[in-house]
């Protein structure tokens, strides 16, 4: 790895967000003045909204890391297709609130609103308030919206006890001006939108990153190099991460201890190669889909042909569990033709194996329901829940 050769303590450009590494370029710096006035307003809903790679994660990440703990407690949710009630139980798991490990379709969402209001009292009375922050809020339903809006309304007395903060793409700021959510509009008290950085705060940005890994100029980087770098990424700072990332890796390859202009238009090659597409009217930029870390907190599109081996996986199950049931009813019927007649005109048989057996194929029954229902669920969020999906999946299989 090129982190090895140019003697870097870790990856500089890594694509999950890191608040050890963040930059405050003039948007950011705005974002975060915006942030802290509506924290400290202690209630309603912040908006923070930007481009796909513009860093509001990272920016989250930050000022999560720079609060104080004895006087915050912050939830976080993270995958946001959901409905009312998928996001009251996020909500609960958020803060640590106790939920029982049931199939959503029986939980008890009341019970959880319950336990979650408690939650937020007891933390009101230690003197800690709470903020709950979702990120791509874009994917929220208007359901779920306004679960967001309802959850506002607990109080202590005259003190609220939950404020929110909503990250989402540009499109959210539509969902937001949609109708039905002029209640919810009324109740936010601080937005920004947080654009691309400056052409100039490119290079500052990508030494800030190489700084923070022990970058002491090797590799050495030519003039020219960040403004092209920052032409071809659009200053947005993901992409910025992922053409410094590979020009690195260019570098290590090739052994280079000068990091050039040729360098990086054979970078910006290969990446058009992959699938990129320059906009019209401007100078080509790079977007691609790479490989992202599992703790990534979003996952990857599935194929055509991961759809399709999930649904013949589901069909299977149905079989098996059809199958299942047809073995318990002929175990019932058989069962009944011994109480019967049979029993009374011979010794007491010894049920206890087939009560057993009855026992598991419920069991396996319930379970087979639980994975089909879990399954159903997976392949309606197919975008953004299926790898929590597929970990519930696992999870179900192996308690099975």
Same mark, same amino acid.
């Given at each position: ?41 202690? !209630?309603?809903?912040?908006?923070? /909204? ?10 989250? #990440?930050?000022?999560? #890391?720079?609060?104080?703990?004895? +006087?915050? /407690? ?14 009251? +139980? ?9 939920? @029982? ?45 306004? !679960?967001? *809006?309802?959850?506002? %309304?607990?109080?202590?007395? #005259? $003190? ?9 793409? @540009? ?15 009324? *109740? ?10 400056? @052409? ?7 030494? $800030? ?31 910025? %991460?992922?053409?410094? %990332? ?33 906009? @019209? ?10 490989? $992202? ?27 098996? *569990? ?13 069962? #009944? ?26 069991? +396996? ?10 399954? %159903? ?24």
């Amino acid at each position: 790895m090129y982190d090895q050769f140019y003697g870097f303590t870790g990856r500089p450009f890594q694509l999950a967000p890191d608040p050890e590494f963040y930059f405050e370029s003039l948007t950011h710096r705005k974002a975060l003045s915006y942030l802290g006035y509506g924290l400290s307003q202690g !209630e309603g809903f912040i908006v923070i /909204t930007g481009e796909v790679g513009a860093g509001k994660s990272t920016l989250a #990440a930050h000022m999560v #890391a720079k609060v104080d703990k004895a +006087r915050l /407690t912050v939830g976080q949710i993270v995958t946001s297709m959901l409905d009312g009630d998928e996001l009251v +139980r996020l909500a609960c798991q958020a803060f640590g609130v106790l939920v @029982p490990e049931t199939p959503v379709a029986s939980w008890d969402k009341a019970a959880g609103l319950g336990a979650l209001e408690l939650f937020l009292q007891d933390e009101a009375r230690a003197g800690r308030r709470c903020l709950l922050i979702v990120d791509e809020a874009q994917n929220l339903s208007v359901q779920a919206l306004e !679960e967001l *809006r309802m959850l506002s %309304n607990f109080q202590l007395g #005259a $003190h609220p006890l939950l404020q929110t903060l909503l990250l989402g793409q @540009p499109e959210f700021r539509e969902l937001m001006n949609g109708p039905g959510l002029e209640q919810l509009r009324q *109740r936010v008290i601080a937005t920004h939108h947080l654009d691309a950085m400056e @052409p100039d705060e490119v290079g500052p940005y990508v030494e $800030h990153r190489l700084k923070h890994v022990g970058w002491v100029g090797k590799p050495a980087i030519s003039p020219g190099v960040y403004a092209r770098l920052a032409d071809a990424s659009g200053c947005v700072p993901r992409r910025v %991460n992922q053409l410094a %990332n590979r020009l690195l890796l260019l570098g290590g390859v090739e052994q280079a201890a000068v990091l050039d202009n040729d360098m990086l238009e054979e970078v910006i090659a290969d990446l058009a190669g992959d699938g990129a597409e320059a906009a @019209p009217g401007k100078a080509p930029t790079v977007d691609f889909i790479q490989s $992202h870390p599992a703790a990534h907190a979003q996952a990857e599109p599935a194929s055509v042909a991961d759809h399709a081996a999930i649904l013949a996986d589901l069909a299977q199950e149905l079989t098996k *569990r059809d199958e299942q049931i047809a073995e318990l009813q002929q175990a019932v019927r058989e069962l #009944a033709n011994m109480h019967g007649g049979t029993l009374a005109s011979q010794p007491e048989p010894d049920l206890e194996p087939v009560l057993s057996g009855l026992v598991a194929l419920t069991l +396996r029954i319930e379970a087979l329901e639980t994975r089909t229902s879990d399954q %159903n669920e997976a392949i309606r969020h197919v975008l953004t829940m299926l790898i929590e999906w597929l970990e519930s999946e696992n999870a179900l299989v192996r308690a099975a």
